[in-house]
Each structure stands twice: as C-alpha cells, then as structure tokens.
C-alpha cells in the first residue's frame, strides 16, 4: 500500500511563489512516476506535471510550462511542485500521484494524496 502526504500549499497574491511537497511512503512498483494534478471549483481534474522515477524526464501541462518546475528526491521518495509567477486561474486543490503517468498515450494514477489547497488572490 501506498500513502502520499502533501504539503505546503496556502494563500497568495498573484504574482507569488510556492513549493509544494508530497512524501510518499510504501512500494513504488508497478509505477513510472510521480506526479501532480488539479481540481479548480467547478473543473474538471486536470493534469500538472509528472517526472519519472529516474528525474530525467518531465512533462508539464501547456498552462504551467515555464511557471512550474517539478523535482524528485528519489531516495525519500519526495516530490516537489515549484511554483512561481501565479495567477488567480491557478486556484485549485493539488493532489499528488504516483502511477504510471509519462510517455504513455494514456496516464495511470495508481495513487492519490489527500489534496493541498492553493489560492491565489488578484
């Protein structure tokens, strides 16, 4: 069994910065990557970024490529969400994945966290 535990999320103006974590906890098998999506209110569930377990590759989302930077620490298996230069369309909550996610025509979320909020004030 898997846990995933995030972090860090909060209040911002736009404009802002945040980093946002997610410690995973259990067997990683089966699994490609870790990774991020998230859910504005009243939207659909969307894709954010995903690396693989080996940290050399990466995928982002159109709407946070440039903005957002994600990072692995492989031996704590720790995820981490850089994100700088929000905006108020960025408002939703971020739940952190583990699956298999990257260079597949479809992604596999095996693993879900709990969600952290993020709000960005105008």
């Known amino acids: 069994q898997v846990q995933l535990v995030e972090s860090g999320g909060g209040l911002v103006q736009a404009g802002d910065s945040l980093r946002l974590s997610c410690a995973a906890s259990?067997?990683?098998?089966?699994?490609?990557?870790m990774g991020w999506f998230r859910q504005a209110p009243g939207k659909e569930r969307e894709f954010v970024a995903a690396i693989a377990w080996s940290g050399s590759t990466t995928e982002y989302a159109e709407s946070v490529k440039g903005r957002f930077t994600i990072s692995l620490d492989n031996p704590k298996i720790t995820v981490y969400l850089q994100l700088n230069s929000l905006n108020p369309e960025d408002t939703a909550v971020y739940s952190c994945?583990?699956?298999?996610?990257?260079?597949?025509?479809?992604?596999?979320?095996?693993?879900w966290g709990q969600g952290t909020q993020v709000t960005v004030s105008s």
């Open positions: 259990g067997r990683t098998f089966a699994s490609n990557g």
């Open positions: 994945v583990m699956g298999w996610l990257l260079e597949t025509p479809t992604r596999r979320v095996d693993y």
